[in-house]
């Protein structure tokens, strides 16, 4: 229990780079125990049914409607919304893409919207998104 207290102290020194950090570690530790849905259509359905725990949404998506559907379902049923810059990125995070023999990612495909059902294990990531949330929550 010590390291609780010392993990939530290293966490509030955390800045947007270390919450991406913590973005791409959570997504994973996601898709491991298959929590994480993709897509639009599919992201909206999980939304809209409250079965969502966590959304992410790229800004650089075309359809400016997209950004404010999401944004509008997440405010209506008080879900954590997390925006990030590029739609490939989040493609990259969630599994659309294939490694090839060095790691690197390749084909990836462009992600406009994903969310989180079940986070699987717990982590210091998901501690640092936790503790994002409260802390914006405190700010406003």
Do not use: P
């Amino acid at each position: 229990y010590h390291t609780r207290g010392v993990t939530k102290a290293v966490v509030s020194t955390q800045s947007t780079g270390d919450l991406m950090d913590a973005l791409r570690e959570t997504l994973k530790n996601s898709l491991i125990v298959d929590g994480v849905t993709k897509g639009l259509r599919e992201s909206v359905k999980k939304l809209d049914k409250r079965e969502a725990s966590l959304c992410v949404l790229a800004e650089s998506t075309d359809e400016k409607n997209i950004v404010k559907l999401v944004e509008a379902l997440c405010r209506e049923h008080g879900i954590n919304l997390i925006k990030i810059d590029d739609a490939k990125k989040l493609g990259e995070w969630v599994g659309l893409c294939k490694i090839d023999k060095e790691g690197n990612a390749r084909k990836v495909v462009r992600c406009s919207c994903a969310v989180v059902s079940n986070f699987g294990r717990e982590s210091i990531a998901l501690e640092v998104i936790n503790d994002h949330f409260k802390r914006s929550v405190a700010a406003e």
